[in-house]
């Protein structure tokens, strides 16, 4: 059976449609800075989504801070169902809580299994990096990860612990993570390497990419 997708620009329209219906589901709101307010509407629509299972939500440059996000990731959490998740929540003010917070509520989506996040230009620090990756280590089904952390300030620890964190995901097997502009250098790059180098007892990590800057890594087999 084809599933249908259902496509929204608005969030008024979304929110008057048909809400348990929805299986795939594609939602638009960049650049119209909905805030905080605006992406609360959105998770409590979201929440009431029960039966879906793929959704796209791009809300890049929208004036989306910790609470906001924070949030979004408590309504994401009871979408029970979804397995494919794209979010793009690029260049907002999310910060280090607005990170762990939202990765909080993806762990509880348990049968979360590809995961593409982008989170550019969100001032997340090493601490957010750190409780980011945490976060999404408790995703025990996620198989399929893209992680764009590009223009924030993790460092070298961020960089670090963020491989260190990731490497507990027990059933990863494609990862490819974007960390351009990060100020991570040799230590941190290193520091990356090695910690993701573990999940050679996981057997399926195939594929990793990093984008640090001017350095550039691919490694396959790991």
């Known amino acids: 059976m084809i599933q249908q997708i259902k496509e929204y620009y608005e969030l008024e329209e979304f929110l008057s449609s048909s809400l348990l219906s929805y299986q795939v589901l594609r ?9 905080d307010e605006g992406v609360s509407g959105l998770g409590s629509g979201l929440a009431k989504c029960i039966n879906l299972s793929n959704l796209t939500l791009d809300l890049r440059n929208s004036k989306i801070g910790d609470e906001g996000a924070s949030g979004l990731g408590s309504a994401l959490a009871k979408c029970i169902d979804l397995s494919n998740l794209t979010l793009d929540l690029g260049w907002n003010q999310i910060g280090d809580e607005g990170a762990s917070g939202l990765c909080s509520g993806l762990a509880k989506c348990i049968n979360l299994s590809n995961l593409t996040l982008y989170l550019t230009k969100n001032k997340i620090s090493a601490m957010g990096a750190l409780g980011l990756g945490s976060a999404l280590a408790k995703c025990i089904n996620l198989s399929n990860l893209t992680l764009n952390l590009s223009w924030n300030q993790i460092g070298d620890e961020g960089a670090s612990g963020l491989g260190s964190a990731l490497a507990k995901c027990i059933n990863l097997s494609n990862l490819t993570l974007y960390l351009s502009s990060n100020q991570i250098g040799d230590e941190g790059a290193s520091g990356l390497g090695y910690a993701l180098a573990k999940c050679i007892k996981l057997s399926n990590l195939k594929i990793l990419r990093l984008n640090l ?3 550039q890594f691919i490694c396959f087999g790991l």
Do not use: A, E, H, R
């Open 213 to 215: 800057g001017q350095k």
């Open 27 to 35: 939602i638009y709101l960049s650049d119209i800075g909905i805030g």
